[in-house]
C-alpha cells in the first residue's frame, strides 16, 4: 500500500506551474480572419506571424490608452492644481482598463513589453504620469509614478478579476483616494 497523496502532488504540480507567468493570449489569426470574413490568407498578408499581430495590437491599444488619459488630462480647467491633473489621468486610466479588460490584461498582465512608439496624441504615458508627479514630488518622480501606476493597476487588476467584492466606493472616487495620498506623502515623507 502507498503513502502517496498523488492529490497533494498534483495540487502542488499546479501550483508550482502558476510560480510562471501565464501568457495572455491573442485572439488567433484565423479568428481574425473569420471575423472580418475574410480567407486566414489574407490576414498572413498583413500579420505575417501571430507575433506581428501581437505588436500591432499593444500598438493599437496602447495608443488608444494613451489618448483616453491626454483627453482626461486637457479637459481640465487651465488653472487646475497638478493634483486635478494626476486624478484626472488616474480616473481616465482606471475607467480605460475596466472598459478595455482584455486589452488591459494584453498590455500590463503579461510578459510582452509596453510598447517603445509614442501615441501620435503626445509623450509616452510614463513619460506624461512623471511630469505630473515632478510638480507635487520633484526629488524622486520617477519612482513616485511608479507607486502611482502600481496603485491604478492594482485597481483595476483587483476590480477586473474580482467584480463581486463590496468594493465601497466607485472606481473613480478609489483612483482620486489614491492620487490624495500620495500627494499628502510627498509631503510630509
Known sequence: ?????LRAELIAAAVAKLAEPQAVAVPSLRSIARDCRVAPSAVYWHFPSEAD??????????TDLVE???????????????????VAAGQAYVRWGLAHPGAY??????????PETRAPTGPRLQDRIVGLVAAA????PFSSALLL???????V?????????DWG???DEAAARVVTAMVASFANP
Open 1 to 5: 500500500m502507498s503513502t502517496r497523496n
Open 53 to 62: 499581430l501581437r505588436s500591432a495590437i499593444l500598438d493599437a491599444v496602447y
Open 68 to 86: 483616453h488619459v491626454e483627453q482626461a488630462i486637457a479637459a481640465t480647467p487651465e488653472r487646475a492644481e497638478p493634483v486635478d491633473r494626476l
Open 105 to 114: 490584461q494584453l498590455l500590463f498582465e503579461s510578459g510582452d513589453p509596453v
Open 137 to 140: 514630488d520633484p526629488e524622486t
Open 149 to 155: 501606476w502600481s496603485a491604478y493597476h492594482g485597481l
Open 157 to 165: 487588476s483587483l476590480r477586473l478579476h474580482k467584480p463581486h467584492w
Open 169 to 171: 466606493s466607485t472606481a
